[in-house]
């Protein structure tokens, strides 16, 4: 058993009421930071752990911090990312629901780093019995003094909120999301100025993940150095990993940066093993957006050095050989998986929820749709496979937002790896469809492709 | 389907409601409370949008009729056309699909004879496929109103349906 930070709590009844809460010893670090340390020290200690951003980028939350611009009567806010969407992650869900003081504490011992007083949680909008959770919490702390005017008689102010989004995965990109939270479509913006300058009413934000910002409350009260100990190199502190797919034992983990991948997936404490005894074909390591991975690669780096859970790790070889931390979505696929179908899928997703501002992200992604579908159901090409690569390598790093890059990295990796499944499609339609998930026992077989040409 | 005509006011209890959440933001800022407020309106009104209630919305935030159609036709969670009393959202995404979730999205078209964007001719059920609910570990899932129904099979469906049916009351997300 590793050490427990976030989920130290796991269990507890009562743990989403204030008082048990406190009880656990919840709010120390609270009175800590308020009481005893200068928001300057705060955000020194949150250096000194190496935390990085968790919600996908891996940038340290420090660094991160110490760009906020501070203008003399500007206010500054500390928006919450919790428009969680990333096929694969769902941790923020959980740690919202079933622990929504421990969000609600690190929210204050954050924005009293970066001193905001009006802070914003934003929860993607289709979690609304999450939202009534975080309402309620909140309702209790205002109650108890901890959010409100001069919380806990230290002449800090702190008022915080809760804004529902509507249903649109752009919105974890964090322009994106201030435009959101202000009330228009969520198209994200170009970057400088970046929002440590210029964020929501263009006044100085910051934006985080809720992993991120739950975790700076263990900082606080248990120091930056202590933090810093656990895990590897500049992996540091313990990550929440969502695990789904053909695994005996989806759920969430809370893991120490730098478990071998291996003992991840198959041992009992975690994953436990695949689904019905099966192989593992493949991985998406850090949710839907980051390259898949073949087994042998995923549980081993090229040189032949177990894969560990640390950003590092996962990155080891570039893309070639490697994927990334990303969100912590971890999804598995056992042997009857297909790759060309969980390709499309995707696809089909990046296509949905691509904002259409940029033509290559717009268009492409919709391309890519189309080509990987009428693959999938039997009229591709050979010559398809290399428009593919064509079309995912065009999209990438022309975009404003990174999700050009998400769309297309699942794509590329997926060829790279996997091109012999593409072919097979290609050459065999009738039999790869019948293998693909059952399909063939309902679907009517062969359907005409959404476009012939493209 | 038969569209009540209504009149387009919040109750007091929701205007006192719109009035907190106006208080979120600074002064000036009130478009802020778009996203908000239209997640009420859409509770409000038979869980759609209608152009007049979204005219209604801006005249509440002092802001364009066309601020809030852009807004409003950009994010999913909201209904442009009338919608049967529950909504069937069910997640088509990668990590459910692996797990079955394309056989229970079949499996209730075929038990309601709808396809995706179609509502029953009683207007019970509609049926719209959505990307990604962050339940991937919980898959197939499928969210009616605020509440997330996981570990799906086509059995399970079939018993919610049935419950859906009796219960004959519209869900929303709020």
């Known amino acids: ?454 | 389907m038969e569209i009540e005509t209504r009149e387009i006011r919040f109750s007091e209890e929701r205007l006192a409601e719109v009035r907190q959440i106006l208080q979120r933001y600074p002064e000036g800022r009130q478009k802020s409370a778009l996203l908000p407020l239209l997640h009420i309106a859409q509770a409000e009104f038979d869980n759609w949008l209608s152009p007049d209630v979204m005219d209604y919305v801006a005249g509440l935030l002092d802001i364009e009729p066309i601020e809030v159609y852009e807004v409003a036709s950009f994010y999913t969670m909201f209904n442009l056309r009338p919608v049967g009393k529950y909504v069937l959202e069910i997640c088509r995404t990668g990590p459910c699909c692996l797990v079955g979730a394309e056989k229970v999205q079949a499996h209730i078209e075929e038990k309601l004879g709808i396809k995706p964007g179609e509502t029953t001719p009683d207007g019970m059920f509609t049926l719209k496929p959505v990307e990604c609910l962050a339940a991937c570990g919980f898959g197939p899932v499928m969210q009616v109103g605020a509440t997330y129904y996981e570990k799906l099979t086509p059995e399970r469906t079939d018993e919610l349906l049935e419950r859906f049916r009796n219960e004959n009351k519209r869900a929303t997300y709020c």
């Open chain 1, 1 to 454: 058993m590793g050490v427990k930070i976030l989920t130290q709590h796991s269990g507890v009844p009562g743990i989403d009421t204030f008082e048990v809460y406190r009880k656990q010893g919840g709010y120390a670090a609270v009175e800590k930071a308020l009481k005893s340390m200068s928001p300057e020290e705060v955000l020194e200690e949150v250096k000194k752990s190496g935390l990085r951003g968790r919600g996908g980028a891996g940038f340290p939350t420090g660094l991160k911090w110490s760009f906020l611009a501070k203008p003399e009567g500007v206010p500054r806010y500390l928006v919450c990312n919790a428009d969680e969407s990333e096929p694969g992650t769902f941790k923020d869900r959980e740690l919202m629901s079933r622990n929504p003081h421990s969000l609600i504490e690190g929210m204050i011992v954050s924005s009293y780093a970066l001193g905001a007083n009006t802070s914003y949680i934003y929860v993607r909008g289709e979690l609304f019995y999450v939202i009534r959770i975080l309402e309620k919490a909140i309702a209790e702390a205002y109650e108890k003094g901890l959010l409100g005017k001069n919380i806990l008689g230290t002449g800090y102010d702190l008022d915080l909120y809760v804004q529902p989004g509507g249903g649109a995965y752009i919105c974890g990109e964090e322009t994106a999301l201030i435009e959101s939270l202000e009330g228009k479509r969520g198209n994200p913006r170009i970057k400088p100025p970046f929002p440590a300058v210029s964020g929501v009413w263009g006044c100085p934000t910051v934006v985080n993940n809720v992993e991120t910002i739950a975790a700076t409350s263990w900082i606080i009260l248990n120091g930056g150095d202590e933090y810093a100990k656990i895990g590897i190199g500049r992996s540091t502190g313990t990550k929440l990993i969502s695990a789904c797919g053909n695994i005996n034992q989806p759920g969430i983990y809370e893991i120490e940066l730098g478990l071998p991948v291996e003992e991840f997936i198959y041992s009992d404490e975690y994953c436990g093993g695949i689904a019905g005894g099966k192989r593992l074909k493949a991985v998406v390591a850090g949710g839907s957006s980051v390259p898949v991975l073949p087994a042998n690669l995923i549980l081993k780096t090229i040189a032949g050095e177990p894969r560990l859970m640390t950003y590092e790790s996962l990155a080891d070889g570039g893309f070639a050989t490697g994927t990334m931390m990303g969100s912590g979505g971890f999804i598995a696929m056992d042997e009857d998986a297909c790759i060309v179908r969980n390709t499309w899928n995707f696809t089909r997703f990046y296509h949905h929820e691509s904002c259409g501002q940029c033509s290559p992200c717009r268009e492409g992604t919709g391309w890519m749709e189309k080509v990987l579908h009428r693959i999938e159901y039997g009229h591709g090409k050979m010559s398809d496979i290399d428009l593919l690569v064509d079309v995912a390598a065009k999209i990438e790093g022309n975009t404003i937002c990174p999700l050009g890059d998400a769309a297309a990295w699942p794509v590329g990796s997926a060829i790279r790896h996997f091109r012999e499944e593409f072919e097979w499609h290609v050459k065999e339609p009738r039999l790869s469809q019948q293998q693909n998930y059952g399909l063939a026992a309902y679907a009517d077989p062969l359907p005409v492709p959404v476009t012939e040409e493209s």
